[in-house]
């Protein structure tokens, strides 16, 4: 059983125990040595860990542990541009005889993977439109295995087990309440489009069966999600007989809904639903943020800098 989690630890102390490897790097330093540059995790969260100094034979054994594999470490928490680090002393990859618990390396989604997975193809399969009905439920058929592990990203917002079902749930959730109230929006089209506008993160992302992900595919790198995305529809609206319209409606949704073109996006939304579409995704990536950041700041205290919120803090309300 783990003795120390990374939330838990404090500046200037001392520790050894067993993490998650999120992500390695050999990098050359001001003074021109190479130093060992991780990222680790268990279940309360991340911290980045630094190994000082290491020689040409340390980094080739160094460069050999797998991402997503435990490692033990022992280190001193240090203190950065006020974000904590890990000062590595020793490092070592886990072996069988270390005898662990994988649950408690591993951040997961707050809900059960298969629960979440039933609720998104229950709101496919109550569509009133056929085609989208029948897009949206072989979509989410074919990709079932794949959705109750996967990530939503390699790094920052839902990068945990079953952290794309827990990103589409809740915006499936949002856009339905706020159908409600903007009753000119078609529903259904709306939640196909949050179905389908991270899908192809499945074969963008790399990721192990505990959500881990050490970077992106081939085609991720050199195409992305939404250039993926488009050409799913294409395949996908042929073999079932979409409407050209609805066709074309889709892949501006997917095209359009990071907003921007530098985060991707040739086209700014065009029409109600897709503009809906960005709003409720980015709106559940930064109260995730949020959420995240706030888990072990204290009421009445700001957490340290959001990088993914703009390097803001984020202030915990005192209790009532």
């Not at 939330?7 to 993490?19: I, K």
């Not at 039933?118 to 709101?123: N, Q, S």
Request: charged share 30%.
């Amino acid at each position: 059983m783990k003795e120390f989690y990374l939330a838990e630890l404090n500046v200037n102390q001392d520790f050894t125990d067993f993490f998650m490897l999120r992500s390695l790097d050999i990098r050359l330093g001001g003074n021109k040595k190479e130093y060992l540059d991780i990222t680790i995790s268990d279940s309360s969260g991340e911290m980045s860990a630094k190994k000082w100094d290491i020689t040409e034979e340390e980094a080739e054994q160094l460069k050999k542990i797998p991402i997503g594999e435990p490692v033990k470490i022992k280190g001193i928490v240090t203190e950065w541009n006020g974000i904590k680090q890990i000062k590595i002393g020793k490092i070592r990859q886990a072996v069988k005889e270390d005898k662990l618990d994988v649950k408690e390396f591993v951040r997961t989604a707050p809900e059960e993977s298969e629960d979440m997975y039933e609720y998104i193809l229950g709101a496919a399969q109550s569509m009133k439109d056929e085609q989208l009905k029948q897009l949206c439920t072989e979509l989410l058929e074919e990709n079932h295995e794949q959705l109750l592990y996967y990530p939503a990203a390699s790094k920052n917002h839902h990068a945990i087990l079953g952290g794309l079902l827990y990103h589409m749930k809740r915006m499936i959730m949002s856009g339905k309440a706020l159908c409600k109230i903007y009753t000119n929006v078609n529903e259904d089209l709306a939640v196909a489009g949050v179905i389908i506008h991270d899908m192809e993160k499945i074969r963008e992302i790399e990721s192990n069966s505990l959500g881990i992900s050490p970077g992106y595919t081939f085609k991720g790198e050199l195409l992305g999600h939404i250039v993926q995305g488009i050409v799913s529809i294409e395949e996908k609206a042929e073999k079932i007989g979409l409407s050209e319209e609805k066709k074309v409606m889709l892949q501006h949704m997917i095209l359009s809904h990071h907003y921007e073109p530098e985060f991707g996006s040739p086209k700014r939304p065009m029409f109600p639903e897709a503009e809906l579409l960005h709003y409720l995704d980015i709106l559940d990536a930064r109260m995730y943020d949020m959420e995240y950041a706030l888990e072990t700041v204290e009421p009445g205290k700001m957490s340290n800098k959001v990088w993914t919120l703009e390097n803001r803090k984020v202030y915990k309300v005192k209790n009532p």
